[in-house]
C-alpha cells in the first residue's frame, strides 16, 4: 500500500490516523524534539520550517490558525502547537506521541543537570559556570522583551497597558494572575469603546502564504464536537492529571513538599499565559518567598539550565521541584524525593496541554474571526511584556547584585540593589552577551556556550568562586 500523504482521503469527523503514516511522522517528531532549543519562537520556527516548508504536511494557514488558538491557551504555546498538529495529522494518538515526544529530551536532560546540581553545585567548577550562564540568561530575558514588544505594542494604550502590568508586579506587588485576568478584560473592555487602539502586526511575523501542503486542508483530522464527547475528554482529562497529586497527598501528607509542589504547580499550569518567561516571575517569587524551595539566585540558574536543554523553556519548574524536594525531603530519600517531584510537577504542568488541545480542537474553527476574543489575547499579549520587564528585573538584582534590600512607602514596594555589592564579572559577561544575542544576533545555545567559557576562565583565574 502507498505511503504518500498525497493520497490519504480522510473526510472531516473521522478518527482515522492515515494522512502521514504514523511511523513516519513518530520519526519526525522525535527529530523536531532534538531541535528544540531557543524558545517558544525557535520552537515554532522548527516545526514551521519541518511540517509546512520542507515535508508539507500542513498548509501555513492552517499552521497559523492553529497557532493561534493555542496563543488563547495557559501553558507552553510551543507545546500545544505540536499536540494540535499532531493531532490534525494522525488524530488522538498523533497528539499524545507528538505532544510526548516535544518534551521528553527536555524531562531527561534537565533531571540529569539537576541531580549534578545538587550533587556539585556548591563547587567552584559549577559556581563558575554558572557565573558565566546567568549573565547570559539575563540578556536573553531582555532581548524576548524587546522581541515581544516590538511586536506586541502597536499604540500608546498597549504600551500603557504594558507599563501598568509592571508597575503592577514591581512595585505594587499584585499577584500574576490578577495581573493576566485584569490584562485580558481591559483588552476586551478597549474594543467595546477603542477598537482602534489594539490593531497590532502580526502576532509571530510569519506571512500568511507559504508552500502548497500534500494534504488538503479538509482532509485532516477531525472530530464531531458533542457534549458527550467535551464531557468524557473532561472528565478522563482532569482525572489523569490529577490522580497523581491525590495520590502523592494520600501517602506523604498535606503538608509534604510534594504535596504542596503539586498542587502549586497545578495551579500555576492554569495561568501561564504569555509563555514561560512571563510565568517565571510568579514561579520565582512563590518558589523563593513563599515556600524556601530555592535561594533568590538559584532561579536564574534554573533557568539557564533549562535554556541550555531541548524542549520548552517553563521545563524549568522541574528544576524548581526537584531543588526544593532535595533539601526537605521528609521521610523520603531525597533522591527519590526530588526525582518523584521533579516528574510529577513535569506531569502536572504538560498534561494540562493535552487536554486543551484534545477539548478544545473540534470547536477551534468557531473560534476564527472572533473580535473579542482576540480582543483580550491582545490585552494579555500586552501585559505579558511588562510581565517579563518584571522577571528581568528580579534577575538583574540577583545576577548583577550580591545582596539587595526592600524600601516599602505606604503601599508600595521596591527591591532595591546594594550598589556596593555589585559583581563586576557579571557585568561584564552580561555586557559580552547583550552584544552577542543584540549586536550580532547569536543563538542562545551559541551565547550560552561563549558566557559558560568566561565564567569558567574566571574561575580559573579566582575571579568567581
Known amino acids: 500500500m502507498s505511503t504518500d500523504p498525497t493520497q490519504a482521503t480522510s473526510p472531516p469527523g473521522t478518527t482515522s490516523g492515515d494522512l502521514v503514516p504514523f511511523r513516519t511522522a513518530v520519526r519526525a517528531w522525535f527529530t523536531i524534539s532534538l531541535q528544540t532549543f531557543g524558545g517558544p519562537a525557535g520552537q515554532i520556527a522548527v516545526m514551521q520550517r519541518t511540517l509546512v516548508d520542507e515535508k508539507r504536511w500542513i498548509g501555513q494557514r492552517r499552521f497559523l490558525h492553529a497557532l493561534n488558538y493555542c496563543m488563547l491557551l495557559p501553558g507552553p504555546e510551543a507545546h500545544q502547537l505540536a499536540v494540535y498538529t499532531g493531532w490534525l495529522l494522525n488524530g488522538f494518538r498523533g497528539g499524545l506521541v507528538a505532544g510526548t515526544l516535544f518534551v521528553l529530551p527536555g524531562v531527561v536532560a534537565l533531571l540529569v543537570l539537576s541531580a549534578v546540581y545538587?550533587?556539585?553545585?556548591?563547587t567552584r567548577a559549577v559556581t563558575a559556570l554558572f557565573a558565566g550562564l546567568a549573565p547570559a540568561v539575563l540578556?536573553?530575558?531582555v532581548q524576548a522583551v524587546v522581541r515581544l514588544g516590538r511586536r506586541a505594542l502597536a499604540g500608546p494604550a498597549l504600551v500603557a497597558l504594558a507599563v501598568a502590568s509592571f508597575v503592577a508586579l514591581t512595585v505594587l506587588g499584585v499577584p500574576f494572575p490578577l495581573v493576566i485576568v485584569a490584562a485580558g478584560l481591559v483588552g476586551w473592555a478597549l474594543h467595546r469603546v477603542a477598537a482602534h487602539l489594539l490593531t497590532?502586526?502580526?502576532?509571530?511575523?510569519?506571512?500568511?502564504?507559504?508552500?502548497p501542503p500534500l494534504i488538503a486542508d479538509d482532509a485532516l483530522h477531525a472530530a464531531v464536537p458533542s457534549g458527550r464527547r467535551t464531557a468524557l475528554?473532561?472528565?478522563v482529562g482532569i482525572t489523569v492529571w490529577l490522580l497523581p497529586v491525590l495520590a502523592v497527598v494520600l501517602l506523604t501528607g498535606s503538608d509534604s513538599v510534594l504535596s504542596q509542589q503539586g498542587v502549586f504547580f497545578s495551579g500555576t499550569a492554569l495561568v501561564t499565559f504569555g509563555g514561560a518567561y512571563a510565568v517565571l516571575a510568579y514561579v520565582a517569587q512563590r518558589a523563593v518567598e513563599t515556600y524556601g524551595w530555592l535561594a533568590p539566585g538559584e532561579m536564574v540558574r534554573g533557568l539557564a539550565l533549562a535554556e541550555t536543554t531541548p524542549g520548552p523553556l517553563i521545563m524549568v519548574v522541574q528544576f524548581v521541584a526537584f531543588v526544593g524536594a532535595f533539601r526537605d525531603p521528609g521521610a523520603l530519600d531525597p533522591w527519590l524525593a526530588a526525582t518523584v517531584a521533579a516528574l510529577l510537577t513535569t506531569w502536572v504542568t504538560f498534561v494540562p496541554s493535552f487536554l486543551f488541545i484534545f477539548l478544545g480542537a473540534p470547536y477551534v474553527e468557531r473560534l476564527r474571526g472572533n473580535a473579542p476574543l482576540g480582543a483580550a489575547l491582545t490585552g494579555i499579549t500586552a501585559a505579558v511584556v511588562g510581565v517579563i520587564a518584571n522577571l528581568a528585573v528580579y534577575f538583574a538584582l540577583h545576577t548583577l547584585f550580591a545582596s539587595s534590600s526592600q524600601v516599602s512607602l505606604g503601599g508600595l514596594r521596591l527591591e532595591v540593589p546594594d550598589l556596593a555589592s555589585v559583581q563586576p564579572v557579571a557585568v561584564v559577561?552580561?555586557?559580552?552577551?547583550?552584544v552577542l544575542v543584540f549586536r550580532l544576533r547569536w543563538s542562545v545555545l551559541?551565547?550560552?556556550?561563549?558566557c559558560a567559557a568566561l565564567g569558567a576562565s574566571a574561575g580559573v583565574l579566582g575571579l568567581v568562586g
Open 118 to 122: 545538587v550533587a556539585f553545585g556548591e
Open 139 to 141: 540578556a536573553i530575558v
Open 200 to 211: 497590532a502586526r502580526a502576532g509571530h511575523g510569519t506571512q500568511d502564504d507559504g508552500p
Open 233 to 235: 475528554t473532561l472528565v
Open 429 to 434: 559577561i552580561a555586557l559580552v552577551a547583550a
Open 446 to 450: 551559541r551565547t550560552l556556550g561563549v
